[in-house]
Structures are given as C-alpha cells and as structure tokens.
C-alpha cells in the first residue's frame, strides 16, 4: 500500500527531472569558478609584486616562492586555471595574499553576521511584502492606491539611502541604537530592513500581479457571488494559489540579498562578506575575491535548485512529462 | 447560460504579426505620471548634455565662507563643506552617471541581445551552451560581479558603467531568446518561410521587430537599476575620485556631516526620481503593448 504521494516522489519523470537539475546546477558551479577566475586573472597590476612583497606582510622570500608555486603564478593561464579548479574540487579555496591564512578560514571568521543579516533581511522582506499586498487587495480604495505604488518605489531608492536614512532616524534622532555597536540586535534589525526593503518589492511585485490574477478567477467570482467577504475570500482561496510562485522568487532574490550585504554591511559598519569583499578589492586579495564570488553563486545555485526540486511536489499542477528542461509558473510581474 | 468566460480569446503566445502592430499602435495621450516622468528624464539627461545652460555656478570653486549653508534660492541644494554649491555639482555630476547607465544598458542590448538571439534563432547545442553561460552569469549575484568586474578594470566611472553592463547581460539575453523563441514558433512565420523567405529576412523583417518591443521595454528599466548599480559603486568609492561629483559619490561624502543633511537627501532625490520616472515609462511601455 503505497500511498500515491510517495509514489510521485520517486516516478520516472521527477527523477529524470531532478537529475537534469542537479548536473545542470553543478555545470553552472563550476563554469562560474572558471568565468571568475578569468575575470580576475584579467587585474591589472602583478598580485605577486603587490601584496607579497608589500612589507607590511612581512613575507619572507620563501615564503613568497611557497605562495607563487602554489597558485602555479609562474605559469600560463590555463594551466593556473587548471590547477586552481583542481584545487576548488578538493574544496580547497586557497590561502589569503593579505594574510597568509586559508581562506576558508577568512571567510568561516565573518559569514555568520552575514547569514544573520541576510536571513533577517529576507524574514522582513517577505513580512514586508505580504502586508503591502494584503493592504492592496482589503485597503479601501484611496489608501490601496498609493500602496500599489509602494513596490515600484522601493525599486528605485539605492539601498545606501535607506540605510543612511535609518541611521539618521532610529540612531542618530531617536537613540534606538549606537551605531558603535553594529552587531547588536536592533542594529541588526535595522540594517537588515534597509537591506531587506528593496528585496520586499519584487516579492509584492509579484504577488500582488498573482493576487490580481486570482482574484480574476471563476472561483473567485463565485465565491464572492455567494458573499464572501473581500478578507475572507483572501485568506481562504486567493492566498494560497498566489504564494506558491513567490517560493521561486525569493529564491530568486538570493543574489540581492549576498550583493546588497556589501552595501548595508558598509554603512552600519559590520563585519561580514560584505567588508571582507571589500578589503580583498582594495589589496587585491584574489584568492579571496574568487572565494566569495563561487560562495554567493553556490549558494544561488544551491537554493534554486531545492526549490526547483520542491516545487513540483509542493504543486501538484506542475507536469513534468513533458518539461524538458525548467518548469517554472509565471514569477515575474515583468513579462520576460 | 453557456457562455461564463469573459475574456476574448487570445492568440497563443501573445505575439502579433510585424504588419498589424505597426499600425494598430495606441494613439492615446499617456497619463500624468508618464508625462512628468519623462519630463523629468530629459531634464536629467539636458543637465547632462549641456549642465552651463542649468547652473551659472561652477561645481569645483567652494567659498569657505559659505560652507555648509542650507538650500536656499541662490544656493537651491545648498552649500557642502567647502562651500561648493550643491545643486551645481549634482548638475555636473549627472553627466557621468547618466552616461554611465546609457553605456551600461548599451552592452546589455548589445551584447546580451546578441547572445539570446544567436541562442534562440539557431537553437540546437548553441542554445544548450549559451544557456549555460546566462546561467551562469544569472548565478553570480548582480552587484558582487559588477564589483568584481570594476576591481579587475580599474577604479574608474566608465569601469563601473562596464561592469554594470556585464553584469546586465545575462537578463537581455534571457529576454530575447524566450522573445525569439515564441516568434520563431509563429504561423506567420511558417508562412513566411513557405513563400520563400530565407532565414535572413524572416530574422530582420520578423523576429527582431518583435522581439524589440520587449527588449526596449526591459532597456528603460535596467537604465534606472544601472543607475542604482552605478551609484552604489560610486558611494563604495570604485567610481572616479573625489574631484568629480557622480550622485552615488555626493551621498557618500555628505554622510559625513549629518548637520548638513541636505547634502545627501538633495543627490539621493535626484536619484530617486530619475529611476522612478525609468520605471514608470517602462510600465507604461509594457501596458500599452
């Protein structure tokens, strides 16, 4: 007696489906080491002459030969590419040129505050969103209006705005928090709304577009005919079929999230990703610089493809004998 | 009683054969928000072209003695730190970032427009492998790459507008090869075809006509977010240094002194807007397809 769940779970086109995905994702891992790799092999200026015999490091010359024969510094470029790309399979990501430690060690020191930044960001994001698309579809008209125009908006403040607007109000006005004091949780709190504000707005984008959709449903006609209230029809049946698809997005938004930490982490003076990203371009710390970039595209890739993996479960419309390559629903209020 | 759908059937896909939408092309007046917004661009865009015609004053000569002084009519943004007038260095300073966005989304129609034509008009492996690459470049987080891009360049304005182009290629590319793809697949242009239209014409006269509406529709809106991108490289300092007065820059030295807060809200407005007016045209351009 197998229940007919779990024998969708593991039918002929999910597993083909789900097999496809994940050597597309690990295609994807890899070809983003190379592409940044050649990228940042482009760099002006000689790495080598730059930081290791700068003498604030304090390299001793064999140290510097150790360093040059184990990035293969000596050799030609895709024979560096080749040994670095070896070296990231065995997940050896390398030693810092700045400080002489492993990188992973670098980046294992500072990723916790940006997981932290980052998952509060998106819990607000997603608050956020909910409420102005709640507020759109129950508000009376005159105060929905403005509400629509609330996402596009956000768009279009550069998130260093808010943040220095943040600081302005809550720190320097009201004394909610010391700026002194960037890890502590209303610091935190704050600088994970200026980092989650413009990240809100795609996800309302959309999920307001799918509620307008809905709500233009036969279902939803009849059960407003037989007297169901705006909130009650929102919560009972259009909710639902609406939110699926901003799963995707916010898996989507992964990317703003890693790229905008650079910015808020600056601002509020944390340290994270997003000051380690910083210090490596300004010493031009390679190792570390390719490090972070194959980290942010793992994690991309890794979070879509759960989801990619999950959707299909979680929405039994989805049909996947005859997808080929990618079964995504509408998930952008922009027709692309 | 049997009839409860509303809404007119509509052709699959959407698309529209070249010739009606030409002509059938709304003539309505756009809205007041469309109005204002494209009057706002093209104020940015004449302070760009010609900043002397907007501001008598010069945006480099500060007068200590008025240091600091808030927005008033002779000093509309008011005054910075070393008496430099406000609003003549915005007005100056949106030369380099109005131009930077213009060169951004240019390699982004270009190069990604491009890499989604030749990936949907030819299809087969070459599709297979320029999907990756757009995956690839979609992977890596929008602004880590421009960041990436610019450090690997140079410290330099029209680096950061280079990055931010490649770093928009991937998103044009996905546009215009779903674009091609659906026209591709169109009965007129399996008619077309029939009556003897090489690949070539079918390309020109067909498919790219098409394809455009999308592409300048998505071009307006990523010259606001390249705007954004651009200025969070300035306000980073990955821009030109200081002399020069790129909006994303003005906010990073105002945040300096919060005594003069005018000297951030007046570039960061100014920013705020231009994208805004972007982003509301780009709606208006979608609505009205």
């Excluded at chain 1, 809550?170 to 709190?189: H, I, K, N, P």
Aim: positive net charge.
């Amino acid at each position: 007696m197998t229940d007919t769940r779990s024998r969708r779970l593991v039918s002929r086109p999910y597993l083909t489906y789900a097999l496809q995905r994940v050597v597309q994702a690990a295609v994807v891992v890899l070809l983003a080491y190379c592409f940044t790799f050649l990228v940042i092999s482009v760099l002006p200026g000689d790495p080598v002459s730059n930081t290791l015999r700068n003498p604030e490091n304090n390299f001793t010359e064999d140290e510097i030969a150790r360093i040059i024969g184990y990035y293969g510094l000596d050799q030609p470029i895709h024979v560096q590419l080749w040994e670095s790309l070896t070296r990231f399979l065995r997940l050896d990501l390398g030693v810092s040129l700045r400080s002489n430690l492993p990188v992973s060690r670098a980046i294992s020191e500072v990723i916790g505050s940006t997981v932290v930044l980052a998952l509060s960001a998106l819990v607000v994001a997603v608050v956020l969103a909910f409420g102005v698309a709640y507020g759109v579809r129950n508000l009376p008209t005159p105060l929905a209006r403005p509400l629509r125009a609330l996402p596009s908006l956000f768009l279009s403040v550069p998130n260093f705005v808010i943040g220095l607007l943040l600081i302005n109000v809550f720190a320097f006005q009201l004394g909610l928090f010391f700026v002194t004091d960037s890890e502590g949780g209303t610091a935190t709190f704050f600088a994970a709304v200026a980092l989650g504000i413009p990240v809100s707005a795609q996800i309302a984008e959309v999920l307001i577009a799918n509620l307008d959709h809905e709500s233009r449903q036969e279902y939803a006609s009849f059960a407003t005919s037989r007297g169901l209230s705006r909130s009650r029809l929102f919560w009972r049946h259009l909710l639902k079929p609406s939110s699926l698809p901003v799963v995707t997005v916010i898996a989507l938004t992964v990317g703003e999230l890693l790229g905008g930490a650079l910015i808020t982490e600056t601002i509020f003076g944390r340290t994270g990703i997003g000051s380690l990203v910083q210090r490596a371009v300004t010493t031009q710390d390679l190792p570390v610089l390719q490090a972070v970039v194959v980290l942010a595209a793992v994690t991309f890739v890794v979070v879509n493809l759960v989801v990619d993996l999950v959707y299909p479960l979680l929405d039994p419309r989805v049909d996947l004998r005859g997808a080929t390559k990618r079964v995504r629903p509408v998930t952008e209020a922009v027709p692309a | 009683m049997t009839t409860i759908t509303t809404e007119a059937p509509q052709a699959p896909g959407g698309w529209k054969p070249s010739a009606l939408r030409r002509g059938g092309g709304s003539r309505r007046v756009p809205p007041v928000g469309v109005l204002l917004s494209f009057t706002m661009l093209l104020l940015v865009v004449g302070w760009s072209l010609a900043p002397g015609l907007f501001t008598g004053q010069d945006p480099a000569r500060g007068v200590p003695a008025e240091a600091f002084q808030g927005p008033s009519l002779a000093h509309l943004f008011g005054t910075d730190h070393l008496g430099r007038d406000e609003f003549a260095r915005v007005v100056h300073g949106s030369a380099s970032s109005v131009t930077s966005a213009l060169v951004a989304v240019a390699i982004g129609v270009v190069v990604g427009g491009l890499v989604g034509l030749v990936a949907g008009f030819i299809g087969s492996w070459v599709d297979v492998v320029l999907s990756r690459v757009v995956d690839v470049l979609l992977a890596i987080p929008s602004f880590l790459l421009a960041v990436v891009v610019v450090s690997a360049l140079g410290f330099e304005t029209i680096n950061a507008a280079i990055a931010t182009g490649v770093s928009a290629v991937a998103v044009f590319a996905r546009v215009m090869r779903s674009e091609v793809l659906k026209t591709r697949r169109a009965v007129f242009v399996e008619a077309s075809l029939l009556l003897g239209g090489s690949r070539w014409h079918v390309l020109v006269r067909h498919v790219l006509p098409n394809a455009s509406r999308s592409v300048l529709n998505l071009a307006v809106l990523q010259f606001g977010l390249s705007i954004l991108v651009i200025a969070g490289l300035a306000f980073l300092g990955y821009g030109d240094p200081p002399p020069a007065s790129d909006w994303g820059l003005l906010v990073s030295s105002g945040k300096d002194y919060p005594l003069a807060p005018w000297l951030v809200y007046a570039p960061a407005v100014v920013t705020i807007a231009t994208v805004l007016s972007a982003n509301r045209i780009s709606r208006w351009l979608r609505k009205t397809d």
